[in-house]
């Protein structure tokens, strides 16, 4: 009896042990050190992509409280369907909240081949150690201050910490270089060939000519039509008459000739991919249309990730290219080997961290990186309202008077300086004429220091040759003066070229029914012109306003200026390129 006692006790005791330990061992189960030291399968690898394994919790430190918080924010349990209810009733579904409704339809698509194709985890219910994912697809987000349509967006299904891991993609399952080539051949994407060039190809390839039996077609399904995004390079004549007088007009349309010249170089002619390979590249689906079409996405969507092991490469990145802009985002989309901490798998993944916290329902946002208006227009199909790197080019064009510019304009001199200024320009790779960005509150100090050279004389120089100066810093009160009036005159010249005044702008804004008349790309353009006549007009008061601070207003202006208005002299050669096609140009664009 003693021992069977004895044994009856020590049973109970085991089952008081296993009551209690067996919570805490789950409970640890949950916890990022407990995976890291569970067994791994460290002498086979796998033969295909296994199923991403948590390591914390979404929207806290990975312990449990964090994790039944992230529930509770979420909706809680495995409700599925809920936000979006409340998504529906927040018109955020689309017409007739959701039923239907073809892209809410191609979401559900794009969602289930990520999960399938790519293991990625954005279930809206939770599992054990994974709350829910903290994004869902809105088909319909509306600018906030003016009302306009955005498209497609991603917002916070739960509440977001600063931090929190919102996605992760692999890279095989993007578009690139590299898979273009795949798609449609080496022999016939060359290795070397641009990126974009090469990327438009593949996009022609899956969306038109393969389809529905197309490995991407659920992603190709979520790409908007040309119409749908509205870059200005897409515009009809009329439409573009509106931004007459901005710089952007120019940029528009050497992007179009440009577009032109690289379809016709690449695809179209004899020796073009078309007529070489016509079952590849069938002449019924590779039209210029669809080439406008797959550039439009391109410079729209495409991410350039910077941290691969192969270096930089351009990518379109399936659910990453959802997010919108914002020009106050801290938040950039990069690659990164994947796997845990611990333990990598060779593989690469597209990874995206919140810049700050969330509220549920809020839109989650991205930089797309410091751009202005007339870059955002122009590429993405839009301008935005409050924007930090707003800037209007500004060209500075001075002619040095050499003997040959003054013998073919009357009433100039000839200027003992010009060679020698064309010889510095040289040696420092600059041009005679010059655009600019100019800022609401600033304008570059390169500009300063091209004009204090420009407009240097013997009296300046004294002898001394022109590179022994530092142009970073005022040469003489009279130089500075002649430096200053030049901006001046170059920001009043480049007002005078709009036919419409801010004021005759902001009354047509103002009528919000007649404003409503105006297509979207017209009330785009009405908007973007207001906004960089005001921002030229602050540019302007603030050069005054420091003419006047120096007290250089009465300085003798008779300097070695020859043209600062963008008026060509006889003899004077200009640069044929805007400051925004040099950006775009370091961009890589074909």
């Given at each position: 009896p003693?021992k069977?006692?004895?044994?009856?006790?020590?049973?109970?005791?085991?089952?008081?042990t296993?009551?209690?330990?067996?919570?805490?061992?789950?409970?640890?189960a949950s916890?990022?050190t407990a995976l890291?030291?569970?067994?791994q399968?460290l002498?086979?690898?796998?033969?295909?992509r296994q199923?991403?394994?948590?390591?914390?919790?979404?929207?806290?430190?990975g312990?449990?409280?964090?994790?039944?918080?992230?529930?509770?924010?979420?909706?809680g349990g495995?409700?599925?369907?809920k936000?979006e209810e409340e998504m529906?009733?927040k018109?955020?579904?689309?017409?007739n909240k959701?039923?239907?409704?073809?892209k809410?339809?191609?979401?559900?698509?794009?969602i289930?081949w990520?999960e399938?194709e790519g293991?990625?985890y954005?279930?809206e219910?939770?599992t054990?150690g994974?709350?829910?994912?903290?994004?869902?697809?809105?088909?319909e987000t509306?600018d906030?201050?003016t009302?306009?349509?955005s498209?497609?967006g991603?917002?916070?299904?739960?509440?977001v910490?600063?931090g929190?891991?919102?996605?992760k993609i692999?890279?095989?399952l993007?578009?690139?270089?590299k898979?273009?080539r795949k798609?449609?051949g080496?022999?016939?994407?060359?290795?070397?060939?641009?990126?974009?060039l090469?990327?438009?190809c593949?996009?022609?390839?899956?969306?038109?000519?393969l389809?529905?039996?197309?490995?991407?077609a659920p992603?190709?399904?979520?790409?908007?039509?040309?119409?749908e995004v509205?870059?200005?390079?897409?515009w009809?004549?009329?439409d573009?008459?509106?931004?007459?007088?901005?710089p952007v007009v120019?940029a528009?349309?050497?992007?179009q000739?440009?577009?032109?010249r690289?379809y016709n170089?690449?695809?179209?002619?004899?020796d073009g991919?078309?007529?070489?390979f016509?079952?590849?590249?069938?002449a019924?689906h590779?039209t210029n249309?669809?080439?406008?079409?797959?550039f439009?996405?391109?410079?729209s969507r495409a991410?350039r990730?910077?941290n691969?092991?192969?270096?930089?490469r351009?990518?379109?990145v399936?659910y990453?290219d959802?997010?919108?802009?914002?020009?106050?985002s801290?938040?950039?989309?990069?690659?990164?080997?994947?796997?845990d901490?611990?333990?990598k798998d060779?593989?690469?993944?597209?990874i995206?961290?919140?810049?700050?916290?969330?509220?549920?329902m809020?839109?989650i946002?991205i930089?797309?990186g410091?751009k202005?208006?007339?870059?955002l227009?122009?590429?993405y199909g839009?301008?935005?309202?409050?924007?930090?790197?707003?800037?209007v080019?500004?060209?500075?064009?001075i002619s040095p008077?050499?003997a040959?510019?003054?013998?073919?304009?009357d009433?100039?001199?000839?200027?003992?300086?010009a060679?020698?200024?064309l010889?510095?320009?040289?040696?420092?790779?600059?041009?005679?004429?010059?655009?600019?960005?100019?800022?609401?509150?600033?304008?570059?100090?390169?500009?300063?220091?091209?004009?204090?050279?420009?407009?240097?004389t013997s009296?300046?120089?004294r002898g001394k040759?022109?590179e022994?100066?530092?142009?970073s810093r005022?040469?003489?009160?009279?130089?500075?003066a002649?430096?200053?009036n030049?901006?001046v005159?170059?920001?009043?010249?480049?007002?005078?070229?709009?036919p419409q005044?801010?004021?005759d702008?902001a009354?047509?804004?103002?009528?919000k029914?007649m404003?409503?008349?105006f297509?979207?790309?017209?009330?785009?353009?009405v908007?973007?012109?207001?906004n960089e006549?005001?921002?030229l007009?602050?540019?302007?008061?603030?050069?005054?306003?420091?003419?006047?601070?120096k007290?250089l207003e009465?300085?003798?202006l008779d300097?070695?200026?020859?043209?600062?208005?963008?008026r060509?002299?006889?003899?004077?050669?200009r640069?044929?390129?805007?400051?925004?096609?040099?950006?775009?140009?370091?961009?890589?664009?074909?």
């Amino acid at each position: 009896p003693q021992k069977m006692m004895k044994k009856t006790s020590t049973m109970e005791k085991r089952a008081k042990t296993k009551a209690v330990m067996l919570p805490l061992l789950l409970q640890m189960a949950s916890l990022p050190t407990a995976l890291a030291f569970a067994p791994q399968p460290l002498l086979t690898k796998p033969t295909m992509r296994q199923p991403l394994q948590p390591l914390c919790m979404a929207g806290g430190d990975g312990g449990d409280p964090a994790w039944v918080k992230a529930l509770m924010d979420a909706g809680g349990g495995d409700e599925k369907g809920k936000f979006e209810e409340e998504m529906k009733m927040k018109g955020l579904l689309g017409p007739n909240k959701g039923k239907g409704n073809p892209k809410l339809n191609a979401n559900s698509r794009l969602i289930a081949w990520l999960e399938e194709e790519g293991q990625v985890y954005l279930s809206e219910s939770s599992t054990w150690g994974e709350a829910p994912h903290p994004m869902a697809i809105s088909t319909e987000t509306v600018d906030e201050i003016t009302n306009e349509s955005s498209g497609r967006g991603l917002l916070a299904r739960r509440s977001v910490n600063d931090g929190d891991e919102l996605f992760k993609i692999p890279y095989d399952l993007c578009i690139t270089r590299k898979s273009a080539r795949k798609a449609l051949g080496k022999d016939a994407l060359l290795e070397g060939i641009n990126e974009y060039l090469a990327m438009a190809c593949q996009l022609i390839h899956e969306k038109y000519v393969l389809g529905e039996e197309s490995f991407f077609a659920p992603y190709i399904g979520v790409l908007p039509e040309v119409s749908e995004v509205n870059p200005t390079f897409t515009w009809p004549d009329e439409d573009l008459a509106f931004l007459e007088g901005s710089p952007v007009v120019a940029a528009t349309q050497s992007l179009q000739m440009k577009l032109t010249r690289e379809y016709n170089d690449l695809l179209g002619g004899e020796d073009g991919l078309i007529a070489k390979f016509p079952d590849r590249f069938p002449a019924e689906h590779f039209t210029n249309d669809n080439w406008v079409w797959a550039f439009t996405m391109l410079f729209s969507r495409a991410i350039r990730l910077r941290n691969l092991r192969v270096g930089e490469r351009l990518a379109m990145v399936p659910y990453a290219d959802l997010i919108n802009h914002s020009a106050f985002s801290q938040a950039f989309i990069d690659a990164r080997e994947s796997g845990d901490w611990l333990f990598k798998d060779g593989e690469e993944e597209i990874i995206l961290y919140a810049d700050r916290g969330y509220r549920q329902m809020e839109q989650i946002y991205i930089s797309y990186g410091q751009k202005s208006n007339a870059e955002l227009l122009l590429l993405y199909g839009f301008a935005l309202e409050r924007n930090p790197y707003n800037s209007v080019d500004v060209t500075v064009s001075i002619s040095p008077r050499t003997a040959a510019v003054a013998a073919a304009n009357d009433g100039i001199d000839e200027d003992p300086l010009a060679q020698e200024k064309l010889d510095f320009l040289l040696s420092v790779g600059r041009d005679l004429s010059v655009d600019f960005p100019c800022y609401a509150d600033r304008y570059p100090v390169e500009m300063l220091e091209y004009l204090r050279l420009m407009m240097m004389t013997s009296e300046d120089t004294r002898g001394k040759p022109l590179e022994e100066f530092d142009y970073s810093r005022t040469i003489s009160p009279a130089n500075e003066a002649a430096v200053l009036n030049s901006v001046v005159e170059a920001v009043k010249y480049q007002l005078s070229l709009f036919p419409q005044t801010e004021e005759d702008d902001a009354m047509i804004i103002k009528d919000k029914g007649m404003f409503r008349l105006f297509s979207f790309n017209q009330r785009m353009a009405v908007r973007h012109r207001r906004n960089e006549k005001r921002l030229l007009k602050r540019t302007l008061a603030a050069l005054e306003k420091q003419i006047r601070n120096k007290g250089l207003e009465g300085e003798e202006l008779d300097r070695a200026e020859g043209s600062t208005l963008g008026r060509v002299l006889a003899g004077e050669t200009r640069k044929q390129r805007t400051a925004l096609e040099d950006k775009l140009e370091k961009m890589g664009l074909p």
